[in-house]
């Protein structure tokens, strides 16, 4: 009897009705759907735009979002380092709103023409991602790439030239970089020599200026006055400064607005890469100044430490700072700013569509770049799948057709014991499974996994109701005809039985490919890690959510796949004992 009659269906109350349950049923649908849709949002975000779990990310709609999330990446996610590059303070990657003054628009062909013509020395490489050693990244993705061309493809061939031990290019970062130290220097080594190269082979957007302005800032706000107040530097510089963002580092000491901050500076944190010593020439002291770097870049340990005393001891009124702000003031005049926000905010808008499709595209390139090159686990997950559906298939309906087929006065009871390791978690027979595939010895290898998983009590027990629900007549027909037992088996029993063994096949297959905790116990050799362990691997070495999301997706792919080929035959093996 149906629950709602016909007669009476078109009524007003019994539309509403059922108006009600489809809602209910389309919320129901939503609910189950929505996590997973906001999982794959989260997968193609960055630090930026994470906490905003929203199914479509800002950045695909808005272009104010977008110029916010670019500026984030080619700043390295480091939101001092952003603030000192647009001259303002944010308090967290998630307010980032970049700056847009119109009087400073018309200086953006002059900067890039000025930036373009600048040393090596005045540069450094955006994009590098957020510190950690496993964050998706625009830069080390093309280092890594550009590596693996130089050296064929050969990570021993790198290895050897850079003196390293990387197991793949995933391993393979950059060599140490901070030109905003004081004592810094390139390292004159094969990696360092070949990191200048690939610098060269960088567009210039991906470079960002080494801003001196910034550390002297940060000198005084940190440790002259540690209030923090500008009212306290005013006091003492008899200044009218109402933000920290106004205070330039002057190139000379004739020029400081108090001369003893910027001694002080100079000689214990100004970066001696960007400090010359002023000569005139003599005798006619009209002629043309000089300005003679106290390093370069060729320059050994024993020479830095000999910079370093000489500008602490020599005369400050013949010391100049060659920073690129004092060198851009320089040409441009000692009130032009450098307009970076708005160079930033025109390059977004006319690659708007480049850089969405890099930001959708990057974590699911790290992710599948992790999974299917990071050690064996690509070929290992297969090994034990394939292994473990195999293994499920045989052993399994072997044993269930005994069960089915021969009516001994022990059926009930193997049944009920089969059905009492279904009331066991998996964990609670971790350690006795350990135990006794340690004394077989086989810890370490593929049968370890697959071996504890041949027999399944719910498979058994499923399997056997289905084989009673066969027709009897087909097994004496066959008897009659002089079938023995295992020709019943593979010639009527298999051929009827395809939808409940896809079933069982299923199950094994996302059994194993799931498994990640049993697996990391039995398998402690890293070359012997299935997929999820290695997934495991990565969140334990503090990927940040999006590239894990990222992961998970890709992870989930094959499973999403198996199912949808299967559906049908899955379908026949839940419709058809039904019907018998």
């Known amino acids: 009897m149906a629950l709602i009659p016909v007669v009476g269906r078109k009524s007003a109350k019994m539309r509403g009705l059922l108006l009600g349950i489809y809602f209910l049923l389309c919320f129901g649908a939503f609910t189950t759907l929505y996590p997973f849709l906001i999982m794959i949002g989260s997968s193609i975000t960055t630090d ?34 952003l603030s000192d590059a647009y001259q303002t303070t944010y308090t967290s990657l998630q307010k980032v709103e970049v700056p847009n003054d119109p009087s400073k628009v018309k200086l953006v062909p002059k900067w890039r023409s000025f930036f373009a013509a600048l040393p090596l020395m005045y540069k ?32 021993d061939e790198l290895n050897k030239a850079y003196t390293e031990e990387n197991t793949s290019f995933l391993t393979l970062f950059p060599p140490y970089q901070r ?54 530097l005013n006091t003492v510089w008899h200044t009218h400064y109402t933000d920290w963002t106004q205070i330039t580092l002057p190139e000379r000491l004739a020029q400081a607005p108090y001369p003893s901050d910027w001694t002080n500076f100079v000689r214990t944190k100004m970066p001696l890469r960007f400090v010359a010593i002023v000569h005139i020439p003599y005798p006619n002291p009209h002629w043309n100044t000089e300005y003679i770097p106290v390093l370069d870049d060729n320059a050994t340990g024993d020479q830095v430490r000999a910079a370093a005393n000489r500008v602490s001891k020599e005369d400050p009124k013949i010391i100049a700072v060659m920073s690129i702000e004092n060198q851009w003031r320089d040409q441009q005049g000692q009130s032009t700013p450098i307009p970076l926000a708005e160079d930033d905010i025109e390059y977004v808008d006319s690659h708007a569509s480049d850089i969405r499709s890099e930001f959708v595209t990057r974590n699911y390139r790290f992710a599948l770049d992790y999974l299917a090159l990071h050690g064996r686990g690509l070929l290992n997950t297969v090994i034990y799948c394939v292994g473990a559906v195999l293994v499920a298939v045989i052993v399994n309906p072997m044993a269930a057709y005994a069960l089915s087929r021969f009516k001994m006065k022990q059926s009930v009871a193997l049944l009920l014991f089969c059905l009492a390791t279904m009331a066991f978690p998996a ?48 097994y004496e027909a066959g008897m009659l005809d002089g079938a023995s037992e295992m020709t019943l088996f593979y010639k009527v029993t298999l051929p009827l039985s395809k939808p409940i063994f896809a079933v069982i096949a299923l199950g094994a297959f996302t059994s194993m490919y799931s498994s990640y905790l049993f697996a990391m116990t039995i398998e402690q050799a890293q070359g012997q890690w299935p997929l999820m362990v290695w997934i495991y691997e990565l969140s334990a070495q503090s990927a940040p959510a999006y590239a894990m999301m990222a992961a998970l997706m890709c992870a989930a792919l094959p499973t999403l796949v198996v199912f949808l080929f299967a559906q049908n035959v899955i379908m026949k093996g839940i419709i058809l004992p039904s019907y018998k």
């Not at 906490?51 to 390295?76: F, G, H, R, V």
């Not at 993705?141 to 693996?148: E, F, K, P, Q, V």
């Not at 990696?191 to 960088?202: G, P, R, V, Y």
Request: charged share 20%.
């Open 179 to 232: 030109p905003t130290t004081r004592l810094f220097l390139p390292a004159q080594t094969v990696k360092s020599k070949d990191w200048a190269e690939f610098e060269k082979s960088l567009p210039e957007n991906w470079m960002n200026p080494v801003l001196c302005d910034a550390l002297y800032r940060h000198y005084l706000h940190d440790e002259v006055y540690q209030s923090g107040k500008i009212a306290d």
């Open 48 to 81: 930026y735009d994470l906490a905003q779990y929203k199914i479509i990310p800002s950045y695909l709609t808005s272009n104010s979002a977008l110029e916010a999330k670019y500026a984030e990446d080619k700043y390295n996610a480091n939101i001092t380092t």
């Open 427 to 474: 964990e609670v027979t971790m350690i006795p499974n350990f135990l006794l595939i340690k004394q077989l010895g086989l810890l370490n290898t593929y049968w370890a996994l697959i071996i504890p998983g041949a027999g399944s009590g719910f498979s058994i027990f499923l399997l056997k109701g289905f084989f009673d629900s066969l027709p009897p007549e087909l």
């Open 124 to 155: 450094q490489p955006g994009f590098l991602g957020a510190s950690g050693q496993y964050v998706p990244s625009k830069l080390l993705n093309r280092y890594r790439d550009w590596a693996s061309n130089k050296y064929h493809g050969s990570i």
